[in-house]
């Protein structure tokens, strides 16, 4: 039994037929579960964080690159902030986005490895400095608008200075001071931290006219700069001495330090960051062109504003001066008012002239005659003065009358005085009596009090043959724990008689007095309460002539330590 067979059929397979998005499926679970957790080692690379909040980015060796992926809520979690170049090992799974048949890693804990370490470091000296307030954002100077002086810290021999100078040249000339150091290796630290500190030393009064003094002006600005490098290459604008040295700097100053994705620590610290050397060259100046333009086209605008004012002022005299009428014709009509007027006013002036005569006869007719009007007047005056005459004279009767009855009843003044005298003696007699009474007892009482005060006066202590140690302040020194070797002190005697001193030895020793006069012997048998010793030393001038007395007051002072136990006034 033959069978045909349709040639143009195609074979048929017993593999199964998958979709795209089975096999997409597939493929994901395949490496989830075999590589459900791995550890990779690798440099980041195209850290990128948008809005959402995940980083996306490519960890690479030498030979090859993998995608990763860290999701926002592990990324707020992590140790580390995730920076390009940033060596790290990476603890998460392999996934797949089906979308794009890419394979990736899902990122659960990253930590630093190999150039890492570096970075960890790096970023826990960053976390130590914002710690201080060094890179608070409110220490930032504003820039110079058109500094007149640029100085550039960077290596002399680099292509970095010439594109600064080439920048600058081209966009607004400025005159640069160059201090030449090292950028990397050993050293350089040291010297870009040296360097700003020595632009910032610069006295701003030096110098002025470089034409005719020869001295350096200070900068208005600082550039800070270097070309790029791998992370080893710019450690030293990590720096802790180059970072400080930033921060003390008075003079605005510009880091340009790598390219732009290069951060150095310096760069926190500046007043403002260039991503590169030439950036911060136009950083430093606007372009010259530009500021000219501008100048210009104020200027033009201000032409135009002007002309326009003015046009606008002509045209509003000439609307104005339409509508005034020829001075001519108005000059005239007011002559001809004016004369209308005054032609009046002559005629108005004799009317009243008149008017007011009419009235002033009409007034002096009524009037009466003045010789007449000072008779009466004379007359009721005399009339008057009459009767106050008469009336005092009978007031003056009355008054002498009460005053010879009021006087008749009075006593003689000699009467009243020996009637007083008596009273008077008889008083003081009374007084004499009670004195012996009232005042004999309190006048002994003071007596007595006045004996007992001058007994217990410290003066007739002192006259005894004591003194009394004071401070330099005049304070009584009672213990000697309140001496010390060197001490100044003031010695007191009868008399308010007083000589200073000074405390010479230590009061552990054995006692030994400059005053004169006592023995070893003779303190240890007054020492027996006190556990140390000091010698107090007269002044020169003043130990000879009070010899005598400070070594009487000593002894006494000696024998009273010993009886009593108190260290009070000793010399030792």
């Given at each position: 039994?033959?069978?045909?067979?349709?040639?143009?059929?195609?074979?048929?397979?017993?593999?199964?037929?998958?979709?795209?998005?089975?096999?997409?499926?597939?493929?994901?679970?395949?490496?989830?579960?075999?590589?459900?957790r791995?550890?990779?080692?690798?440099?980041?690379?195209?850290?990128?964080?948008?809005?959402?909040?995940h980083?996306?980015?490519?960890?690479k060796?030498?030979?090859?690159?993998?995608?990763?992926?860290?999701?926002?809520?592990?990324?707020?979690?992590?140790?580390?902030?995730?920076?390009?170049?940033?060596?790290?090992?990476c603890?998460?799974?392999?996934?797949?986005?089906p979308?794009?048949?890419?394979?990736?890693?899902?990122?659960?804990?990253?930590?630093l490895?190999?150039?890492?370490?570096?970075?960890?470091?790096?970023?826990?000296?960053?976390?130590?400095?914002?710690?201080?307030?060094?890179?608070a954002?409110e220490?930032?100077?504003?820039?110079?608008?058109?500094?007149?002086?640029?100085?550039?810290?960077?290596?002399?021999?680099?292509?970095?200075?010439?594109?600064?100078?080439?920048?600058?040249?081209?966009?607004?000339?400025?005159?640069?001071?160059?201090?030449?150091?090292?950028?990397?290796?050993?050293?350089?630290?040291e010297?870009?931290?040296?360097?700003?500190?020595?632009?910032?030393?610069?006295?701003?009064?030096?110098?002025?006219?470089?034409?005719?003094?020869?001295?350096?002006r200070?900068?208005?600005l600082?550039?800070?700069a270097?070309?790029?490098?791998?992370?080893?290459?710019?450690?030293?604008?990590?720096?802790?001495?180059?970072?400080?040295?930033?921060?003390?700097?008075?003079?605005?100053?510009?880091?340009?330090?790598?390219?732009?994705?290069d951060?150095?620590?310096?760069?926190?610290?500046?007043?403002?960051?260039?991503?590169?050397?030439?950036?911060?060259?136009?950083?430093?100046?606007?372009?010259?062109?530009?500021?000219?333009?501008?100048?210009?086209?104020?200027?033009?605008?201000?032409?135009?504003?002007?002309?326009?004012?003015?046009?606008?002022?002509?045209?509003?005299?000439?609307?104005?001066?339409?509508?005034?009428?020829?001075?001519?014709?108005?000059?005239?009509?007011?002559?001809?008012?004016?004369?209308?007027?005054?032609?009046?006013l002559?005629?108005?002036?004799?009317?009243?002239?008149?008017?007011?005569?009419?009235a002033?006869?009409?007034?002096?007719?009524?009037?009466?005659?003045?010789?007449?009007?000072?008779?009466?007047?004379?007359?009721?005056?005399?009339?008057?003065?009459?009767?106050?005459?008469?009336?005092?004279?009978?007031?003056?009767?009355?008054?002498?009358?009460?005053?010879?009855?009021?006087?008749?009843?009075?006593r003689?003044?000699?009467?009243?005085?020996?009637?007083?005298?008596?009273?008077?003696?008889?008083?003081?007699?009374?007084?004499?009596q009670?004195?012996?009474?009232i005042?004999?007892?309190?006048?002994?009482?003071?007596?007595?009090?006045?004996?007992?005060l001058?007994?217990?006066?410290?003066?007739?202590?002192?006259?005894?043959?004591?003194?009394?140690?004071?401070?330099?302040?005049?304070?009584?020194?009672?213990?000697?724990?309140?001496?010390?070797?060197?001490?100044?002190?003031?010695?007191?005697?009868a008399?308010?008689?007083?000589?200073?001193?000074?405390?010479?030895?230590?009061?552990?020793?054995?006692?030994?007095?400059?005053?004169?006069?006592?023995?070893?012997?003779?303190?240890?048998?007054?020492?027996h309460?006190?556990?140390?010793?000091?010698k107090?030393?007269?002044?020169?001038?003043?130990?000879?002539?009070?010899?005598?007395?400070a070594?009487?007051?000593?002894?006494?002072?000696?024998?009273?330590?010993?009886?009593?136990?108190?260290?009070?006034?000793?010399?030792?």
């Amino acid at each position: 039994m033959t069978t045909e067979t349709d040639i143009t059929s195609p074979a048929r397979s017993n593999i199964p037929e998958m979709s795209v998005s089975e096999l997409s499926g597939s493929l994901k679970r395949t490496l989830e579960e075999t590589y459900g957790r791995i550890r990779v080692r690798g440099e980041l690379s195209r850290v990128s964080i948008p809005g959402s909040g995940h980083m996306y980015s490519d960890l690479k060796d030498e030979n090859s690159l993998i995608n990763v992926v860290c999701w926002k809520g592990v990324l707020s979690k992590l140790s580390i902030r995730p920076e390009e170049g940033m060596e790290v090992v990476c603890t998460g799974r392999i996934s797949t986005y089906p979308s794009r048949s890419n394979y990736q890693l899902i990122i659960e804990k990253m930590e630093l490895a190999g150039e890492g370490a570096l970075l960890k470091l790096l970023e826990d000296r960053k976390k130590k400095l914002a710690a201080e307030g060094l890179f608070a954002q409110e220490l930032k100077k504003p820039l110079p608008f058109i500094p007149q002086t640029i100085g550039v810290i960077t290596s002399p021999t680099g292509a970095v200075i010439r594109d600064i100078m080439h920048r600058l040249k081209d966009r607004f000339p400025r005159h640069v001071l160059v201090w030449p150091v090292l950028v990397q290796g050993e050293g350089a630290a040291e010297q870009i931290a040296k360097a700003i500190r020595g632009f910032d030393a610069i006295d701003p009064l030096l110098g002025k006219d470089l034409q005719t003094i020869g001295g350096v002006r200070r900068p208005d600005l600082l550039i800070v700069a270097r070309g790029g490098g791998s992370l080893e290459d710019l450690m030293a604008f990590n720096e802790e001495v180059v970072v400080r040295a930033a921060a003390e700097c008075r003079i605005p100053l510009i880091s340009a330090v790598g390219h732009e994705t290069d951060t150095t620590l310096i760069d926190y610290v500046s007043d403002r960051r260039a991503p590169t050397p030439t950036g911060a060259a136009e950083i430093a100046v606007p372009r010259r062109i530009d500021l000219l333009a501008q100048v210009m086209e104020n200027g033009q605008r201000l032409m135009n504003a002007s002309a326009r004012i003015v046009s606008a002022h002509i045209e509003r005299v000439e609307n104005l001066s339409k509508r005034l009428g020829d001075p001519q014709r108005l000059v005239e009509m007011q002559n001809q008012k004016l004369d209308h007027l005054s032609h009046k006013l002559g005629s108005v002036f004799e009317r009243q002239i008149t008017q007011k005569s009419n009235a002033v006869g009409k007034l002096s007719s009524g009037l009466k005659d003045p010789a007449h009007m000072l008779a009466q007047k004379k007359h009721r005056l005399d009339m008057n003065e009459a009767r106050m005459r008469s009336l005092f004279d009978s007031r003056l009767a009355r008054a002498r009358e009460t005053l010879s009855v009021k006087t008749a009843g009075l006593r003689k003044p000699d009467f009243i005085m020996q009637k007083n005298r008596k009273e008077l003696q008889y008083y003081e007699t009374r007084l004499v009596q009670l004195k012996g009474k009232i005042i004999d007892p309190y006048e002994k009482r003071l007596r007595e009090a006045g004996r007992m005060l001058e007994s217990l006066s410290h003066q007739k202590v002192l006259e005894r043959g004591f003194a009394v140690i004071r401070d330099a302040d005049n304070n009584v020194i009672t213990k000697p724990d309140s001496l010390y070797a060197g001490q100044g002190i003031n010695l007191e005697f009868a008399g308010d008689k007083r000589i200073g001193a000074h405390i010479d030895g230590n009061l552990g020793g054995s006692r030994k007095d400059n005053l004169g006069g006592v023995t070893d012997k003779q303190s240890s048998s007054a020492d027996h309460t006190t556990s140390g010793s000091a010698k107090a030393t007269l002044p020169e001038s003043s130990a000879k002539s009070g010899r005598k007395s400070a070594t009487q007051t000593k002894t006494a002072q000696s024998k009273g330590s010993g009886n009593t136990g108190n260290n009070q006034g000793k010399l030792f």
